[in-house]
């Protein structure tokens, strides 16, 4: 691969050889040394136009634990701010030599840009409302863990539950769940739901206790309000009685159900239970899975094909 943009880009074997080299860099994670010299004498710089906590850090740290330099690139105190196009930027960070840009940009198509101005690999961080394919991974990663499913997700049923609409993470989720089998369905008031749903492989429903029960999988999405210019729902409060996992659901989930989140959380809205009181909460694995997908990822796009073996 040159370039890790969309889920449906990398298509199904990426998707799955990529699971697979995240399954070794969990293994890496683990050592009392977690640094691999795979990508020594590589350069890694970390673009982000949008704010983010996890997917930069663990971008961040999944490029030193592979020892490569890393660059990270502050919108705040660059010269964008002296009116430099976001072309001469980038061609004049690529000038100083970068392999790979980890890219979050608030315009969807962003990373497909960027890609015509530089030679380096492109990784998508978020673009707008499109996708989040690294997120999607990790939700992978994690969910394989938990049920030991490195066959794939046949059968699984996983519900995706809240703001469909304006999250990226939902339409990577959609493509990677759906693509090693699983069975989803989205759970929203349709005002939360993307046009053209009948599309995509997904049943849906407005009744989160109709399937409630049912789930192996149930996938918590943040309330976007920064992305809202108009109120679709009528009341945070209604929502979370309608949508939310409130105290009164957390019993009638199956016993082995996963509870998932990609974070930040809204507490209290789509999330009404503290998560270290949800039996199947892996919303902490979900976040250290990031690193080792991430790792896998840039190893994947710039690696020299040899798994890395221990640091000296
Ligand atoms: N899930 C996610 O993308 O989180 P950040 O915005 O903190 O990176």
């Given amino acids: 691969m040159k370039h890790f943009r969309s889920i449906a880009e990398a298509g199904p074997d990426a998707v799955r050889r990529l699971l697979d ?5 969990a293994e890496v994670n683990r050592r009392p040394n977690p640094k691999v010299p795979a990508l020594r004498g590589k350069t890694v710089c970390n ?25 990270n690139f502050s919108v705040s105190s660059s010269s964008l701010n002296k009116g430099e196009s976001l ?45 989040h394919p690294t997120q999607a991974l990790l939700d992978c990663a994690t969910i394989r863990t938990a049920f030991g499913r490195s066959d794939g997700f046949d059968g699984l049923r996983v519900a995706i539950v809240g703001d469909v609409k304006h999250s990226r993470v939902a339409r990577s989720d959609i493509e990677a769940f759906s693509m090693l089998g699983a069975d989803v369905t989205l759970v929203a008031p349709k005002t ?11 049943a849906v429903t407005t009744d989160l206790d109709a399937v409630l ?29 309608r949508f939310g996992l409130t105290p009164a659901r957390v019993p009638r989930l199956a016993d082995h159900a996963l509870v998932m989140h990609p974070g930040p959380m809204n507490r209290g809205v789509e999330i009404a239970v503290d998560p270290a009181e949800i039996p199947g909460s892996v919303i902490t694995q979900q976040v250290t899975n990031g690193i080792a997908v991430r790792m896998a990822v840039l190893f994947d796009l710039l690696g020299s094909g040899s798994l890395p073996e221990a640091t000296s």
């Fill in 21 to 25: 080299l995240a399954d070794h860099m």
């Fill in 47 to 71: 673009v982000f136009f949008e704010d983010s906590t996890r997917t930069r850090l663990s971008f961040e740290t999944a490029a030193k634990r592979l020892s490569a330099d890393t660059m």
């Fill in 87 to 131: 072309r001469d930027t980038i061609e004049t960070i690529a000038a100083m030599g970068v392999d790979a840009f980890v890219i979050r940009h608030r315009s969807t198509g962003t990373p497909w840009q960027i890609a015509q101005w530089t030679n380096a690999s492109i990784v998508n961080a978020g673009d707008g409302w499109h996708a």
């Fill in 192 to 202: 939360l739901l993307p046009p053209f749903t009948d599309r995509m492989p997904v």
């Fill in 213 to 241: 029960s049912e789930v192996d999988v149930l996938y918590l999405l943040r309330m976007q309000t920064e992305r809202m210019t108009e109120a679709l729902v009528p009341d945070l409060r209604e929502y979370t009685a």
